[in-house]
C-alpha cells in the first residue's frame, strides 16, 4: 500500500503511517488488485483519507468501484455523509466524484504544496452515503 500510494503522491505515506492508520477501529480500508481507499468513520460523517489507483491501471473503472465500496461501507459502519477534500489540479479525481454526484462544500486556498514549489487549493466536497449513484 505504501509503495502504491508514494507512486501516487507527492508524498506518499510510509508504511508506518499506513500501519498506524490501519490500526484504528474507525478506519475502514476498501481494496481491489488495483488499489485502495482508506475512510474514518465517526458516525454520522465519514472521510475519505485517501484513494489510490495503480497508475498502470488508471481510467479503466476501478476508482469509481473502489469509491462505491467505500460508500457502502461508510454506511454500513453508520456514516450519513462522506467527506473529501482533493486538489483543486486533480482533473480525473474531481471528474469521478462530479460523477458519484459529491457536491463541493468548501475550498481551502493554497492547501496543497507541490514538490514545484508552486500551490493549489482543495476543493471539499460532500454526499449523502445512500444515494443510489454509485452504479454509473
Not at 505515506?13 to 482508506?38: M, Q, R, Y
Request: with cysteine; proline share 5%; charged share 20%.
Amino acid at each position: 500500500m505504501a509503495r502504491l500510494h508514494a507512486a501516487s503522491f507527492t508524498r506518499g505515506w510510509s508504511e508506518a503511517e499506513i500501519e498506524t492508520l490501519l490500526a484504528k477501529p474507525t478506519i475502514k480500508c476498501v481494496t481491489n488488485e488495483h488499489g485502495f481507499a482508506l475512510v474514518q468513520v465517526i458516525p454520522p460523517e465519514a472521510e475519505l483519507l485517501t484513494i489510490v489507483i495503480d497508475p498502470a491501471h488508471r481510467g479503466q473503472g476501478h476508482g469509481h468501484t473502489i469509491l462505491g465500496q467505500t460508500l457502502a461501507a461508510a454506511h454500513n459502519a453508520g456514516a450519513a455523509t462522506l467527506m473529501l477534500d482533493v486538489d483543486s489540479t486533480n482533473i480525473p479525481a474531481l471528474a469521478l466524484y462530479r460523477r458519484l454526484d459529491f457536491t463541493q462544500t468548501g475550498q481551502r486556498r493554497g492547501y496543497y504544496r507541490h514538490a514545484d514549489g508552486t500551490q493549489s487549493d482543495a476543493v471539499l466536497m460532500a454526499r449523502p452515503t445512500t444515494t443510489p449513484n454509485t452504479a454509473r
